[in-house]
């Protein structure tokens, strides 16, 4: 299944919000499939979902959760950006080491990014969205903030000097830069400035630049490039 | 990397708590990982260590976020409970399909439990643990498990009479049935039947027994099987 290996398969289809909630700054979660999809060549085609029409029973046929992103190519389903990343990484070249080992730590970090960096960020963006209103919203956000620094702390002294999370970019710096991007602005990700300077990386990426453009330009409804 | 192998390989090493938080109730993130082991026929060692030794440089060079479990084979180490089960099921027969489509739709569902179904158990557990005395606790529980049910919900509805996410037992279900089992007790769990039925199903099979027996005994200090 993985290994370098680009043979013929049919253009996958993945799904995107028809009404980009972040006015196109690509941090829902299509873009990791895009990115991935733009690192190795991977022509693909979109569909676009409503809000209403994911929660209905033929999108939820393709996601049990309703939400966005999925994948079909040919017969095969899947959901989970996590998930449809590394399906793209094992079809393709590029995206992950051939070397059993590395590989393996590669993904140890994909599964790192959504399961242990990411749940404290998202939290505050839930707190944001949705307990704005809320009597505690103003003396918890630091808790939660602290919580995301620890993680950022720990992930900063890992990566120390390091170009990427293993010697070679791989699919796990695709998920890991998106996690990182959900914080860039409100000055957390800034206090840690090689982890600044590892999403500034990845966003230099011609593949990143062409799938960031490519979901921009649903939001602008003005083709990629202009 | 997968398939029908069980080629000879050095025992595998894994970390666990020295001193189980729960109790022995096997939610630990080691139980995934020991289940998984059992499941594939595959001994393995085990190292506890303190809280106080995650937090230090010998473990972290293991796991940089200072968790539980890490997974020592050879020259190989790894971290993340969700990877470690992948890299356990690709390395062995039993916990994922052969055919290449039921095998990715299987891996979908790994990332499911800990990215989608997960998050919102686990920020119940947050609260009671970190937030029980702040003003909010009250008023903020019934918000947290509203999100709970959500995707509780949505999990039943797919499960629907099935036994396991898919037709066959899998890596998934050893993932998503201890994401469940942190419910067990509060009555949410209770509120879905087949989500119960489903939980109860995968605490029978003997792997996970065993698997289950032996962290029970570090709490105990008895040897399993007592």
Redesign the interface.
Known sequence: ??GKKNVHRPIPTITAFEQSPDRGKGLARDMAVRWALEEVGQPYAVRLVSFGAMKEAPH?ALH????IPTYEEG??????S???V??IAEGHAGLLPSE??A???A??W???A???V??PI??REIATY??HD???YA??TP?IEDRIRI?LG??S??LAEGHWLEPAFSAADVLMIQVLRRLEGPGLLEEFPNLSAYVARGKARPAFQRAFDAQLAVFTGEPPGK
């Open positions: 299944m993985h939820r049990p959760f309703g939400q017969d095969l389903a899947l959901f989970e996590g998930s449809i590394l399906h059993a080992n590989r393996a730590r993904i140890t994909m599964f790192a959504h399961s242990t990411e749940p998202v939290q949705l307990e809320q009597p505690w003396q918890r808790v993680r720990e992930l002294r890992r």
